[in-house]
């Protein structure tokens, strides 16, 4: 049976490597619908600059992607707000409804995403100005601040949860591997410094596949790929809730947990040799239970 801390490692390098995969296939679908990166804010930092730089000369050519022609820098700040107010907005849960807070903001934000989708694909909008009128267009570009908080909530959650780590950004972990693949080559590493190369290593390739498949999509899919980000509300959802769960499991959960112990004792035998049957089972879910006590009585006491 494997150990706790392999089996807990494994459990976070699974959900961090999802969300990895979600982000740089929805980065892609929003850039090449908005000129906007729907998950991080670095890029749209930078997207930011040049686009005011653009707005004080019209007739710079700052070349590709945008062929001289950026949104306008307003559309960035928006962006870049949004995405704020999510990570804001993960923070004031979390402080709410401790170890859910990423979970309950995902229903209503996982909802806006699903509507505004199903909205995309029912109008046949068009990203195209000239098609689909001067408002319309305007609206359609405004699609995407709804889109942003969502990933907000997934930076600060990841963050700061027990993943301690960013899902959608591959510079820190591109420096980690560097820097400790030279100090396995010195004098070896510890197994914290490996499980870390390990989810480096996942959550890269995660955005990569993520990007790739996103773009296939993209290109496959009519112009705008209108329903290529159905799934990503719901999608999102469930990783939230499997990334609070990490933290601090559901009651009934837990309840389940104890119950299938509590079957493999048997009646007459010693309790030592019990304990020694399903000690590798208790260990496993030891970081889970160990709250066990407390959330039972803040339960009772509900």
Known sequence: ????????????????WSFAFVSGYTDVISFARWSVFATMCTGNFILLGRAIMQHVNDHAKLGDPFKGATMHAGFYAMVIIAWSLGAAAYQWSE????????????????????????????????????????????????????????????????????????????????????????KHCMKGLSATETVKIQMGLGILAGNLLGAILGALVFLLMPTGAHGALLPLGPVLAILFWLHDHLAKPLSWVKAVQRRRRSNKKSPGVNLENTNAEVSDEDTINSDEDEDDDSDDDDETTK
Request: with cysteine.
């Open 1 to 16: 049976m494997v150990s706790s801390d392999s089996w807990r490692a494994a459990k976070h390098r699974m959900v961090a």
């Open 95 to 182: 402080y709410k409804f401790p170890g859910r807070g990423a979970s309950v903001l995902s229903i209503p934000l996982g909802s806006l995403m699903l509507l505004i989708e199903i909205v995309l694909v029912a109008s046949e909008t068009s990203p195209n100005v000239d098609e689909s009128g001067f408002v319309q267009d305007i609206l359609y570009k405004l699609t995407i601040v709804a889109y942003a908080p969502m990933f907000g909530v997934e930076w600060a959650a990841c963050a700061a949860g027990r993943l301690a780590t960013n899902t959608a950004a591959a510079s820190g972990h591109i420096l980690a591997i560097s820097t400790l693949s030279v």
